[in-house]
């Protein structure tokens, strides 16, 4: 009995030892670390983050500050809890100094509010667009170099509006918080300008078989809004195109990834000339997007036919880090203060246009409206048709009106 | 001898069955008696490898059984009748015979099965819900001929039968006797079957053989009747 | 009007595919008492190779039977390497399938990635056929309809009407019997579960044609046969068959009109299924 | 080999109690506090299954359902501080939901036996987890509740990893010890009277159904204070706290350490806990789910009860006795 109970507390002391130690061999490196998922419904976008990690250290050649920098990866499922234990394993147990990270809304939400606890280090969102990270109750130590999800939607209402002369639109989107958000996005220009929403579907995360929500969409509507996560949204369109309905689509910006586009299936035939809005658009035609293309192509030879959204997220605040990792010469000293400021006055230029960051350090950039369209090679991209420049979280309006209006839900907003 | 059980154990969880039996059969009959929970029926399931063994051996035709999945047991030649009949609720009685039968020149066919059971031949496309008791036995005794087995293990052939059809049952297994290929181990409640029927009787008490003697030993000992079984001369009216 | 005989035939369509894919469940468990909780990473499975194959063949059929016969050669040989020995100790089989489907999922996720596949379907299924009322239907769910009757007809008439059928159904009432008959059970047990993972694979490649294929398909459908086959009754084909149909109905009809709760919805019917009949519609007590 | 028990016991408790004086916050937290937050709510199947023979997957749904309550109730980030009522009544209130979620789920579990309570569990905790995920208005639908408030006692917040620690030994031990209690008085016999004989019990006059809906009921209380712990720990809750890959957890933690004894349920949730965390550092990032699945597979192989009974059965090898190798278990 004794000697049994004595094994398992020596078992127990020998690995805390064995881990205790090889921690406290810390060096004078920077340790970075990297949160996404690699299991989950989230687990494409996933594998995108780390690639746009490592692409990024690459280029800084794994130094910033003339510090050599420590990649510490950790994978999430897309669960906050999930996210939660690992944040913390990297942070109190790998002792990294700054994580980047994560990769979805609820997890980003959990992250902020871990970061609160933590306040000498310094967090860095990955890809999570959750626009109440940083609108309600910011975290002073958590910065975001990349548009939420209502901000991805901006150009696009006007768009639709005035170009494709749409006035009653449907909308069918993931019942969660992001798919609320990507609809105000879109809504609150599209309203703006007297279009109407006349049916919103609220579909239930998980649902593979939308036939039915299909079902219900309008007759009089001149085309339809959707928005879920990436593989829903492959069943969806399969299902919309085999439905025989004819009314065009009008894709949030989860829809018409990369990650979509290049999923192989016939709905593709479906997709090209449909409008779009995101943070990045793989058409864009500027000589520093085309060399960042490349070199994703070069690097990732079993990636995608173009770097996705997430990736370029990651990317985005991988270079950030690391530019800001440089302002102060690598000095993180005095609870990385001087780091953290630089990291508020950084403008990036990044290769979808410079980025820069608001008082609650979210960021103010480019937005692309898209349309689909097939590239020579027979692969599909997001042309771009209008660049909406330096669009804030607010959308253009007044702060305080626009937090008054509240958060987005099912019913908020709406234009009848 | 056919048939040698030696220091056979049988547990379930924490409570022996079996403790040490010892039991050999040749060509005669031989008939186990008991009381309820003795462990006659476990005796039969354990021989037929349908119930896990702690220890012992069963040895058939020089054969360990131990150790061995019951359709390999079946394969060389065991075949049980089991307590309850144990029928397939959803066959049909011809499925129940298609089932068992093999293919080649055999002594039992379906033929003579309903030959020697004529009632089985009428309902043949009845399932084995809808048969009575007593055709529920014929069945279950023509499922274990079909198998031509060299033993033939019968748990209780009588259970709960009227008069009239324990006679018919007893006459076909003095039938089966009498032509003497297939060797006979039976497991009876009531005395008067087993006595009818085997030359043998082995008495077993608390998971053991306490006692094998012949059958006309123990028709005449009404006091031994009374010590192993709690019976009386009344249990003999059944057949009588 | 439209609305609910389209969701009607949504739903007939979809209880079709949870047909298929739970057949291969309930098959199993009524013949072998296993409670297969990897029978969604089969399902996976199946898809997966149907798709392999279909890349280097281009045949559809092709990708059918490679689909069933990869899903039919993993499930046999888990049968007899895994699961064979625990015969009788229904939850160690139900934990050695849960630790099967986690590595699964992971070893499929590191060879097909995280990206949704769907089939090429031939030009003949694709697109929609006219229909009075609704106008147009998609043709491959009017085909989805044809395939679950055919699997149906040919399970009935294997267990109906042929000597492996007859076993079949003797181990559902009394495996411990059929074997004292002489009946090999555990090469019919390997080969019945080889069975029940071709229709699972088979279903794979369908289902990933009507809708498509990703990592966590894997736990979707092993929840949807639990409850269809929980519904219906473990162990019974037309249970499994009642069971698909309702559950298939309420999730369309459900999402037709009352989105935001109708993914409850088959849950709840299992629930109240489970305190009427404990053992299912059609089911009886093991 | 020959001092008593008491001394082991002794030596584990100093163990326990000096441990976070010496570990650094992580492993005070992260693996130390967590895994006795994960261990308590394999505690409460752990004592349904070893003592009542039944198997319930809808635990991690049970601990949910406190939590639910404990974070609707407290403050957080979407109540913009205000609490509805003082931390110590919404906890009690968070364990009584819990405690009633246990009887509830009972009520329709203790129909079926065996493996189909086990499917019919799995049902009721998926229904939990869709619901939690579709009603925004009162569980916030998908995202949950994050910023959840942790209480002050004495200026102390409960949150800090010393006060955590012991808060968590503290309500780990006295769980133990209630389970240890409930099965040597009455209710814990017949509890495990029914688990090998329902027949006879109910011919001796005892409401078998009853008696397995208390054992729901007393899991439901062990699962629902788990349930306030991880709302602590995580500061927050989701649907996916209570989702698929949560719920099957539970089963997994339980059956490493062994579903035999309640200590199992610790043993495994540091087992758990240290896999999930280290796993990446054995096999890198990408295949260590199929290490933890392989574990998994290899325990279950290779031991009907987990690592505690593998632990007894290599220690009866040693010794030369084969009796030690058998180890019966009926469910």
């Given amino acids: 009995m004794l000697s049994r109970k004595l094994r398992c507390l020596a078992l127990v002391a020998g690995i805390t030892a064995g881990f205790s130690i090889s921690v406290s061999a810390q060096s004078t490196n920077i340790r970075i670390g ?345 692969s599909l991209y997001n042309k771009v048709v209008k660049v909406i420049p330096n669009v804030n979280q607010t959308l253009g309006q007044p702060r305080e009106a626009f937090v008054a209006r509240g958060v987005p839900s099912r019913d908020n907003p709406s234009c009848p | 001898m056919l048939l040698q059980i030696k220091g056979l154990e049988v547990q379930y969880g924490k409570s022996c069955i079996l403790h040490g039996v010892e039991l050999e059969l040749a060509d005669r009959p031989l008939a186990v008696v008991g009381r309820n929970g003795m462990g006659k029926s476990t005796l039969c399931n354990a021989i037929m490898g349908m119930v896990p063994i702690t220890a012992g051996s069963v040895r058939f035709d020089a054969c360990e059984l131990v150790g061995q999945h019951s359709y390999q047991i079946a394969r060389r030649g065991v075949a049980l009748v089991p307590q309850g009949r144990r029928i397939f609720p959803s066959l049909t009685v011809e499925e129940h015979l298609r089932l068992v039968e093999r293919p080649g020149a055999q002594k039992w066919t379906r033929e003579r099965v309903y030959e020697v059971f004529p009632r089985l031949f009428e309902r043949r496309r009845n399932s084995g819900a809808a048969l009575s008791g007593g055709e529920q036995q014929m069945l279950a005794i023509a499922r274990a001929l079909l198998c031509n087995p060299r033993l033939l293990i019968m748990d209780e052939p009588t259970e709960g039968l009227a008069p009239l059809m324990v006679e018919q049952i007893v006459a076909t297994l003095k039938g089966m006797v009498a032509e003497g290929d297939i060797a006979l181990l039976l497991i009876e409640q009531n005395l008067g079957v087993a006595l009818e029927v085997a030359d043998a009787v082995a008495v077993m008490v608390n998971g053991r053989i306490e006692r094998t003697l012949k059958a006309s030993e123990l028709a005449a000992d009404r006091g031994l009747q009374q010590r192993f079984l709690g019976v009386s001369a009344g249990a003999d009216a059944a057949v009588s | 009007m439209k609305l609910l005989l389209l969701a ?279 | 080999m020959t001092i008593s028990p008491w001394v082991g016991r002794a030596l584990l408790a100093s163990a326990l109690l000096v441990y976070p004086h010496l570990a650094t916050d992580f492993w005070i937290v992260s693996v130390g506090a967590y895994a006795m937050v994960l261990g308590i709510i394999a505690l409460s199947l752990t004592f349904l299954t070893a003592y009542g023979g039944m198997i319930s997957m809808a635990q991690m749904a049970t601990a949910g359902a406190a939590g639910y309550a404990l974070a609707i109730f407290s403050a957080h980030s979407a109540s913009a501080g205000m609490a509805l ?106 509890i495990q009277g029914i688990r090998d004989d329902p027949l006879r019990m109910a011919s001796l006059g005892y409401r078998v159904w009853l008696h397995q809906v208390m054992a729901f009921a007393v899991a439901g209380f062990i699962a629902a204070v788990g349930g306030v712990l991880s709302l602590w720990y995580h500061g927050g809750i989701s649907p996916g706290s209570i989702g698929i890959t949560a719920t099957v957890n539970v089963l997994i933690v339980a059956v490493i350490g062994g579903l035999g004894h309640p200590r199992g349920a610790f043993i495994g949730a540091l087992v758990f806990v240290l896999l999930q965390n280290f796993a990446v550092d054995l096999v890198g990032s990408n295949r260590y789910n199929t290490l933890i699945g392989f574990v998994f597979l290899v325990i279950v192989m290779a031991s009907p009860d987990g690592l505690t009974g593998l632990w007894r059965r290599l220690r009866g090898m040693r010794k030369g006795s084969l009796d030690g190798g058998v180890v019966t278990q009926k469910l």
């Avoid at chain 3, 898809?47 to 045949?59: K, N, P, Q, T, W």
């Avoid at chain 3, 769910?141 to 159904?169: C, E, K, N, P, S």
């Avoid at chain 4, 009721?124 to 925004?136: G, V």
């Fill in chain 4, 85 to 190: 009522l003082p931390w110590p009544w919404a906890v009690a209130a968070a364990i009584a939901v819990g405690t009633l979620t246990g009887i509830l789920i009972g009520i329709v579990a203790v129909r079926s036996q065996g493996i189909y309570m086990l499917m019919s569990t799995l049902a009721i905790a998926m229904i939990m987890f869709y619901l939690a995920q579709q009603n925004t208005t009162i569980l916030h639908g998908f995202d949950g509740f994050s910023g959840v408030a942790v209480p002050r006692v004495g200026g102390v917040s409960l949150r800090e990893p010393l006060p955590f620690y012991f808060l968590c030994l503290t309500s780990a031990a006295l769980l133990y010890a209630l389970v240890i209690y409930l099965v040597r008085v009455p209710f814990g016999l017949v």
């Fill in chain 3, 8 to 286: 009607s035939l949504n739903g007939i369509t979809l209880a079709a595919l949870y047909f298929i894919v739970a057949s291969g469940f309930t098959l199993i468990f009524g013949m072998m008492r296993v409670v297969n909780l990897a029978h969604g990473s089969l399902y996976l499975i199946g898809a997966y190779l149907g798709h392999d194959v279909a890349a280097l063949s281009g045949s559809f059929p092709l990708a059918l039977a490679g689909g069933a016969l990869g899903a039919a050669l993993v499930g046999m040989a888990i049968h007899y390497f895994l699961l064979d020995r625990y015969q009788g100790d229904d939850l160690r089989q139900a934990l050695v399938t849960i630790g099967l489907s986690i590595i699964a999922a992971d070893l499929l996720l590191a060879r097909y990635g995280g990206l949704s596949y769907q089939f090429e379907l031939p030009e003949m299924f694709y697109g929609s056929m006219p229909m009075p009322i609704v106008g147009g239907y998609p043709i491959f769910r009017i085909v989805l309809i044809g395939l679950a009757i055919a699997v149906y007809l040919a399970l009935w008439l294997l267990v109906q009407r042929t000597r492996f059928g007859i076993m079949i159904r003797a181990g559902v009432d009394d495996r411990h019997m059929l074997g004292a008959i002489g009946v090999n059970v555990p090469l019919i047990s390997t080969l019945v579960f080889g069975l029940g993972a071709a229709l699972v694979g088979f279903a794979g490649v369908v289902g990933s044609s009507a809708l498509s294929i990703a990592p966590g398909e894997d736990a979707r459908y092993l929840l949807s046969s639990l409850v269809v086959v929980i519904v219906g009754g473990m162990g019974s084909l037309p249970g499994a068959a009642i069971g698909a149909l309702l559950i298939g109905l309420a999730e369309q009809i459900g999402l037709a009109y009352f989105p935001t709760y109708s993914i409850i919805l088959s849950f709840v019917i299992m629930v109240a299924v489970l305190a009427w009949r404990p053992y299912g519609l059609l089911g009886r007590p093991a």
């Fill in chain 1, 34 to 378: 990297g949160l996404a998922t690699l299991d989950g419904p989230f687990v494409a976008l996933g594998q995108e983050a780390f690639r746009a990690m490592e692409m990024a250290f690459e280029e800084a050649n794994y130094t910033a500050g003339g510090r050599k920098i420590d990649w510490i990866k950790e994978s999430s499922d897309g669960r906050p809890d999930v996210a939660l234990t690992k944040a913390r394993k990297l942070i109190e147990q790998d002792k990294v100094d700054i994580l980047i990270g994560p990769m979805s809304g609820g997890e980003g939400l959990a992250i902020k509010e871990y970061a609160k606890t933590a306040p000498t280090k310094t967090f860095v969102n990955g890809f999570s667009a959750a626009q109440e990270t940083t609108l309600v109750s910011p975290a002073a130590n958590f910065f975001r170099f990349g548009a939420d999800g209502a901000q991805w939607q901006a150009g696009l209402g006007n768009y639709v509006y005035d170009t494709k002369g749409y006035r009653n639109v449907a909308v069918v989107a993931g019942d969660y918080s992001f798919g609320y958000t990507q609809v105000l996005g879109f809504m609150s220009e599209f309203c703006a300008k007297g279009g109407k929403v006349i049916e919103k579907i609220w579909v239930p995360n998980g649902t593979k078989d939308f036939s039915s929500a299909i079902a219900r969409i309008p007759n009089k509507a001149d085309a339809v809004y959707i928005m879920m996560g990436g593989a829903d949204s492959i069943n969806f369109l399969t299902q919309y195109d085999q439905s025989g309905a004819k009314q065009p689509l009008i894709l949030g910006s989860n829809v018409s990834d990369q990650t979509v586009l290049s999923a192989k299936g016939p709905f593709q035939r479906r997709l090209v000339g449909l409008p779009s809005a995101h943070m990045v658009a793989d058409g864009i035609e500027d000589a520093v997007y085309k060399d960042y293309v490349a070199k994703y192509k070069k690097r990732f030879p079993d990636g995608l036919s173009s770097p996705s959204a997430p990736f370029y997220g990651y990317y985005v605040a991988t270079k950030a880090v690391l530019a800001g990792l440089n302002q102060v010469a690598g000095d993180l000293s005095g609870d990385q203060a001087k780091f953290r400021a630089a990291l508020s006055k950084l403008r990036l230029d990044m290769p979808a246009g410079q980025v820069s960051l608001d008082e609650n350090r979210q960021a103010i950039a480019n937005i692309y409206v898209t349309e689909v369209a097939r590239a020579p090679d027979g």
